[in-house]
């Protein structure tokens, strides 16, 4: 089975900062990637898939990158509004399982 | 606009059972594939189960194989999930999520969830 690992596990940053967020799967999974945002009391809403396609409606300011093993998910210029975990997960094969999330809280 | 309506949670003894049901609307139910993925209070997102658009193929993690079971009534664009044998661990919320469209495709749409609580 693919295993999903996440880093940082949290992480607080200022309004402007650049975040970075790693996500590691233990095979290659192509780029079958996708991140997803959960604000907090929230439904989770999906960001990126195919590692670096933004879902419509999401803002500039997030980028995904990565293939096979290594992914990353950037925020430019952190916001308010981006206060939430992130979730990256394998749809290349099952179980498609999901990390275990990254904290994002604003200093 | 897609909507998807999740039902059937609640309060459950150990090893009883549960059906959730997922209704959905505003897009051709039979083409895309449909999951369930659940949340513990304050934990992570886990991956439960996902069926292909015809639901001739289903998947599960390992922590439910054997107990639930995934189906879909295209005809009533309604997904299922039955749950037997549960154990406190399946305590959670449940959502319904839409996929892209086969199976190895992203979740494009989240419904609200239902609740299920495992306890004597």
């Known amino acids: 089975d693919i295993q999903m690992t996440q880093s940082p596990s949290s992480l607080s940053a200022s309004v402007g900062d650049r975040v970075t967020i790693t996500c590691r799967a233990s095979q290659g999974i192509s780029n079958y990637l996708a991140w997803y945002q959960q604000k907090p009391g929230e439904v989770p809403k999906g960001l990126i898939f195919a590692a670096a396609t933004l879902q419509s409606g999401v803002p500039s300011r997030f980028r995904g990158s990565g293939s096979e093993t290594d992914f990353t998910l950037t925020i430019s210029s952190l916001q308010p509004e981006d206060v939430a975990t992130y979730y990256c997960?394998?749809?290349?094969?099952?179980?498609?399982?999901f990390g275990p999330g990254t904290k994002v809280d604003m200093k | 606009e897609v909507q998807l309506l999740e039902s059937g949670g609640g309060l459950v003894q150990p090893g009883g059972s549960l059906r959730l049901s997922c209704a959905a609307s505003g897009f051709t139910f039979r083409h895309y594939a449909m999951s369930w993925v659940r949340q513990a209070p304050g934990k992570g997102l886990e991956w439960v189960s996902t069926?292909?658009?015809?639901?001739?193929?289903?998947y599960y993690s390992d922590s439910v194989k054997g107990r639930f079971t995934i189906s879909r009534d295209n005809s009533k664009n309604t997904l299922y999930l039955q749950m037997h044998s549960l154990r406190a661990e399946d305590a959670a919320m449940y959502f319904c999520?839409?996929?892209?469209?086969?199976?190895?495709?992203?979740?494009?749409?989240w419904g609200q969830g239902t609740l299920v609580t495992v306890s004597s």
């Open positions: 997960q394998n749809y290349y094969s099952a179980p498609f399982t």
């Open positions: 069926i292909s658009g015809s639901g001739d193929t289903t």
């Open positions: 999520v839409k996929k892209r469209g086969t199976p190895v495709t992203t979740i494009d749409w």
